[in-house]
């Protein structure tokens, strides 16, 4: 091949370099920039690495590509230059004989010919007019890659259900402001009453920052554990009865306790409402004292049938022997029962029964002797009452507010869970409950009846446990604004009490 004609060759092959060369950086970009922005409105974020790698990665293959695609052959330089230049085949009958070992004088002759007019060629510029139609290769790239760059990352995090915001109404506020006062002047105990009282005005200065209702329903929960916390720390009731109801023959004793300080469970009426705590209390001395009275009638009759003053000891010393050694001995939570009354009162009747199994009663009958052991049974049995009377009501207490905060702020019973460790439920409900079945609504709270009522914002016929809250809500901001005589508001919260709890007991 003539020297002319490698130097036109040259030139062919830096402009295919070239091709090569701006089709990988415009492709690459191209890359770059899809890539980036479909990942950005995915909202998918990478590093900054992985993009370079992607853009010098296909820069590199598309422009190997483009160099090989734009560089012409021997056979195709030729026939352009014979074209563009008019020289009338003369390059590609040259290049068609320059495979010719021993070539002959015309051969030679064509190939010198064929030089000197590549001579004049090569000082020329070569015709690139095809390649504008290539120009919208790197105007693409540069949009593409100035977009990707350009567009926000849309950060489409899936975080499931969005939690609704929390702002505490009015009415909630003013509602638990009420259950607070009802605490406050209650019969419970400054034991009881002071951490309660600080944990339901924690509770408020909480949810005046809460945001969420996730976060509200948490601080709710919480407080009323705590306050399942604090009374059942207070009372001890279920921890005599966990001391001494294995034994068989103080069951009975252990039953009676229980049964006496959650007396009012077999109501199975929920207190919904204070007034309800108040009745309960009231019956409370009577109805506990019945539970107790149970258990002291199997005492009497363990000695009843006793014919001497030593085997009415006998049986008696047994008993409280017995009742020592699960309550105090062999209790491993004894020390903790300090000094409570319903302790001590077992204390002191163990103490009576020992005494008088052990007393002289020389001329004394054994009539005389047992109305002796029958007066310490019963003042036993007062005390214990007494005591369990307290329990009682902080069992109550403990209920309402637990209750008061599920209705106020819309919690049903598998939230705010058991209340077990203060007054389990031995019994559980009554099987053949009430004539009317009731209905629930927001809290699982039942109601006093499933009477259909009209929603106004679906006009489709609900439960009126559906609505309450709301009809509630709207009434209370009334008799709170002053608007109703104190008379009619007493008669529509005890209405609207009857409603949520049901239809209780005529009075």
Not at 58 to 66: D, H, Q, R, Y
Not at 70 to 92: C, H, M, N, T, Y
Not at 94 to 117: C, F, G, I, T, W
Not at 232 to 240: E, K, P
Request: aromatic share 8%; with cysteine; charged share 20%.
């Amino acid at each position: 091949m003539t020297g002319n004609f490698r130097t036109v060759k040259k030139k062919f092959i830096i402009i295919a370099a070239v091709v090569g060369a701006v089709a990988g950086i415009c492709l690459g970009l191209l890359a770059t920039g899809a890539v980036l922005l479909a990942l950005k409105l995915s909202g998918i974020e990478l590093h900054w690495a992985i993009y370079v790698a992607i853009g010098v990665g296909v820069a590199l293959l598309s422009g190997a590509a483009a160099f090989f695609i734009a560089l012409p052959s021997d056979k195709r330089i030729a026939k352009k230059l014979d074209r563009d230049f008019a020289l009338g085949e003369k390059v590609q009958t040259m290049v068609a004989y320059s495979a010719a070992e021993n070539p002959d004088e015309m051969v030679l002759l064509q190939r010198e010919q064929a030089d000197e007019a590549l001579g004049a060629v090569a000082k020329k510029r070569i015709k690139l007019g095809g390649l504008w139609k290539f120009v919208f290769i790197p105007v693409l790239a540069a949009a593409m890659f100035v977009a990707g760059m350009v567009v926000p990352l849309d950060k489409q995090v899936d975080v499931g259900p969005q939690d609704p915001p929390y702002d505490i109404t009015e009415t909630q506020r003013t509602a638990l402001l009420s259950l607070i006062a009802d605490v406050e002047g209650s019969e419970l105990t400054e034991t009881v009453k002071t951490p309660v009282l600080a944990v339901l005005n924690d509770l408020l200065g909480k949810l005046e920052t809460t945001e969420t209702q996730t976060e509200m329903k948490a601080e709710v929960i919480s407080a009323v554990k705590a306050i399942d916390g604090h009374v059942s720390m207070i009372n001890n009731y279920l921890g005599v009865y966990s001391a001494i109801a294995a034994e068989e023959t103080l069951k009975t004793l252990a039953d009676a306790v229980v049964d006496g300080a959650a007396f009012y469970k077999a109501s199975g009426t929920d207190i919904q409402a204070m007034e309800t705590v108040t009745q309960f209390y009231k019956n409370a001395p009577q109805e506990i004292f019945d539970c107790i009275t149970v258990w002291a009638d199997e005492v009497k009759a363990l000695y009843g049938e006793a014919t001497t003053i030593s085997e009415t000891g006998r049986i008696i010393r047994n008993y409280a022997n017995t009742l020592y050694a699960k309550l105090i001995t062999d209790n491993t939570a004894a020390p903790d029962m300090g000094d409570s009354a319903l302790y001590d009162a077992l204390r002191t009747f163990i103490s009576d029964m020992i005494k008088l199994s052990s007393s002289s009663q020389d001329g004394v009958g054994v009539a005389i002797f047992r109305a002796e052991v029958d007066k310490a049974v019963d003042k036993a049995v007062s005390a214990v009452t007494s005591d369990l009377c307290v329990q009682s009501y902080n069992c109550m207490m403990d209920d309402y507010v637990r209750n008061s905060l599920a209705k106020i702020f819309g919690l049903t019973r598998g939230e705010i869970g058991s209340n077990e460790s203060v007054v389990p439920d031995f019994g559980g409900d009554d099987d053949d409950g009430p004539t009317h079945s009731g209905g629930f609504g927001p809290g699982d709270v039942e109601f006093g009846s499933d009477d259909l009522v009209l929603n106004p914002d679906t006009l489709e016929k609900v439960p009126y446990g559906q609505l309450i809250n709301q009809y509630n809500a709207a009434i209370q901001e009334r008799i709170n604004a002053g608007d109703t005589p104190e008379e009619l508001a007493k008669y529509i919260r005890s209405y609207f009490d009857k409603l949520y709890g049901g239809l209780g007991e005529d009075e």
